[in-house]
């Protein structure tokens, strides 16, 4: 796999998505959404997704040109419809109403139905935490995950992202109430990798460490009773708020053909913040535990990557470099 | 232990606190929060906490008279300073405070410093569920959890809880971000059982299944880093929002002398909601994997107990019960 400057990437990606009749404004906010996340070594939620998301345009059901209709139902509650506009499209103009509705309100909520996949929610969360503000945003996603007890899937992979100022910088968290995503259950199954114990199903329900197994079943949630708990009551949250589809019935992010009808929520708040960077700082100087070299702040890992790669240049896997290159012909 | 009434255990509890000095009304609010846990299997969180409470008043560490002093520092931000008043007494205050504003803003929040315990999030998620709001509720607590990868507790079992109407009922979900309640782990020390593997650190940060050790140790966030992520940024975000303390220097809810200045938050959301319950249904109809007997709602276990015990009453602990009747003199 060749190193690609960040450059050179981007030229590719825009040049994509332009082919495909992304105005130039949409394409480089779906493209820094991609880039980001691929920088940040999540490449599930990178350039991967690109063909995909060119082929739902071809097909109809995703919409380049709106940004979604926004309805303030009341003072500090938006709710979104995507209209099948572009994922980063619509979030980032909900995010934009949500940023100057907080400012004299405190805070705001957006919840969004029938948008694209909005992509990797630690995107939103890190930029809002830059600009000095709070948000918690949430997703739902295609039923992937079972439910605690349960045989198939039927709970979507459901993130949660906070970011936030700490003082002399930002912290940021992103996690999927899975045990892992299905991105890594397929990436084990094409290397013949076989997982460990306990994070998948196969399609009959019964555990198995065969990842081409599990790409036919379901994930596990992560933490058992707890984080099924957890995703559930984000999943009836989101679909409650934004009057969006559940369960099985989420399409659209996965395939190529239907429209998207997942849901997206986003809790922006604007307030003075106490300081809380010291105790990142007493964090990273705690004794490591066996096995560890220490105590890692989660999203540090991530910004150290996107700045390397921003240095240095990244690697894309052929395959994926290949298709973007036939789509922008 | 013999079987008692909710009236017999509500009169006792009364006595207690009418003795300790607390007013009728607030009397009423921190017995229903303690026995509301109890009846729902969380002794954890029940009458056992209110000899510790009778202390802290006596110490003058908990004044029983204040709801707080609340702040409106922005249409949708409460910010409360409790003022070492009784915690459910604060919390509802506050709470009734953000249900006249979100009626007509849609959302308001409540950053809240310097209450008492205000005990098991899930029964303030009940309470606003029935009332046809959403509650999603926060608390930090004394650091009992190690980091992921660290040695010792640092951070806090840091809950969360999720109550919102469904249609044709309530869903209310409530989990600490610890993998085990340190109450879990005194039990099984009291009881001379040992603890599955990777849930408790001793005292030097090493791995133990004995509880009386893992008792002066740290407990485990549950999932992993996952918990961990996610302990850490309720942490970070409640602390920063409410202005209150961080990591160990966190007291107040399991000594008899210190200050409270742990943090809670509210985030109460009125506005139309499509209903979930079809949902749930769905969930409860699933085939159970080997070795459950079906797919269950998180809070409905809790619910019927709570039912069974006001149907037919409950066992208090002989130890509980004599130092309450001691108190009660």
């Known amino acids: 796999m060749p190193h690609r400057s960040v450059a050179e990437i981007t030229d590719l990606a825009d040049r994509v998505l332009a ?14 959404l991609l880039l980001d996340a ?18 739902r345009i071809a097909n109809g059901v995703c919409d380049p040109l709106t940004k979604g209709v926004q309805d303030w139902t009341a003072p500090g509650v938006l709710k979104v419809d995507g209209r099948q506009g572009l994922g980063p ?3 980032q103009a909900a995010l934009d109403a949500l940023a100057e509705r907080a400012a004299t309100q405190g805070v705001a909520i957006a919840a969004i139905a029938n948008a694209q996949h909005i992509g990797m929610l630690g995107f939103y969360a890190d930029r809002v935490a830059e600009a000095g503000k709070t948000l918690i945003a949430f997703s739902t996603s295609e039923a992937l995950v079972h439910p605690w007890g349960g045989r198939r899937a039927m709970i979507g992979t459901n993130p949660i992202a906070i ?15 899975s045990v892992i995503s299905m991105g890594e259950v397929h990436d084990h ?12 199903l196969d399609a009959e329900g019964n555990p198995t460490t065969d990842a081409t197994r599990g790409r036919d079943g379901a994930i596990a949630p992560f933490g058992g009773a707890k984080g099924y708990a957890l995703g559930l009551a ?24 239907m429209p998207a009808n997942k849901a997206d929520l986003f809790i922006l708040i604007d307030t003075e913040l106490a300081p809380v960077s010291a105790f990142l700082e007493l964090l990273r100087a705690e004794a490591p535990a066996e096995g560890f070299d220490g105590v ?13 790669a921003m240095d240095e240049g990244l690697t894309i896997a052929d395959t994926v470099w290949q298709r973007l290159l036939d789509l922008a012909r």
Chains 1, 2 share one sequence.
């Open 19 to 32: 082919k495909a009749g992304v105005p130039a404004e949409h394409a480089a906010l779906q493209r820094d």
């Open 38 to 55: 691929e920088m940040r070594g999540i490449a599930s939620h990178g350039l991967l997704r690109l063909p995909r998301l060119v082929e």
């Open 89 to 91: 499209v619509v979030a």
């Open 163 to 177: 970011g936030m100022p700490t003082g002399d910088g930002i912290f940021m968290m992103d996690t999927a109430t």
């Open 189 to 200: 199954a094409n290397r013949g990798a076989s997982l460990p114990p306990g994070l998948v």
């Open 234 to 257: 984000f999943e009836l949250l989101l679909t409650a708020l934004a009057g969006s589809a559940i369960g099985r019935d989420v399409k659209g992010t996965l395939d190529s053909t």
């Open 296 to 308: 890692r702040i989660p999203g540090e890992r991530g910004r150290a990557l996107k700045q390397k």
